[in-house]
């Protein structure tokens, strides 16, 4: 009788439809977070603080003959940029655009501080700045001083730009997890009532536990139990 219970009780266990159901709450908890985006960038706004530390190393907050509205000036650089980062474009293109303004404030009065950011040599990019603005043309070193600015400036863009989306990528899991448990507790209030028992809220703040770890691989790991299950099955035979 006992192994008719259990029997039974193992039937009644469906572990993928579980692990879909916990994913889902993931999901969903996933897009709650989302929304915040709606109020002044809400969670889009984590990470971008390492981009701004790498971009103003590069461009002075007050660029000599550049007027505070200007749109070199770091005020509305970092505003380019910080609208690209909510917006989501691609992680290369807003490198790219970041690039491309940090290098059109290379000027006569900004190439020192640039230089001293890239460990490069001030007078030699001084004077590279001269030349591009004068449309004259490059000596070798002036060429290869140009061209190592170049490549550490990138590594550095890359640098922030991938510490930056760490840290968004990892604000929005850690504040999917209360979201999550919240939902669930929810859930399970909604259907249980004023009867919910101390296992019912355990049992839900287990699934708000696992379900933003497991939202990404939900189906993956189902179908993997399904197919394990099978294989099991087939043993048996």
Known sequence: MLETV????????????IVLAIGSLGTAAYGVV????????????????DIKKVVSKFIPSTSEGTASASALALTSV????RANW????????????????????????????MAVAAGVDGDLLTSVA?????????????????????????????QGYQRAD??????????????????????AWAISGSSLTSGDTLRAL???????????VAKDLASAIQAGAKVAQAWKV
């Open 130 to 158: 001269d030349k591009i603005a004068s449309g004259a043309a490059l000596s070798q070193q002036e060429t290869d001083v140009h061209g190592r600015f170049d490549v550490l400036l990138q590594a550095m863009l890359d």
């Open 78 to 81: 970092l505003a380019a940029l």
């Open 206 to 216: 287990v699934g708000g536990l696992l379900a933003t770890p497991l939202a990404p």
């Open 166 to 187: 760490q840290r968004y990528r990892n604000s929005a899991k850690l504040l999917a997890v209360p979201v999550a448990i919240a939902l669930a507790l929810l859930g």
């Open 34 to 49: 989302d929304i915040t985006k709606g109020f002044g960038g809400g969670i889009s706004n984590r990470g971008f603080g």
């Open 86 to 113: 909510i917006n989501g474009m691609a992680l290369a293109d807003q490198k790219s655009v970041a690039k491309a303004l940090v290098k059109l404030n290379l000027t006569r009065a900004t190439a020192k501080g």
């Open 6 to 17: 259990a029997t039974g009780g193992m039937s009644n266990f469906n572990l993928p439809q």
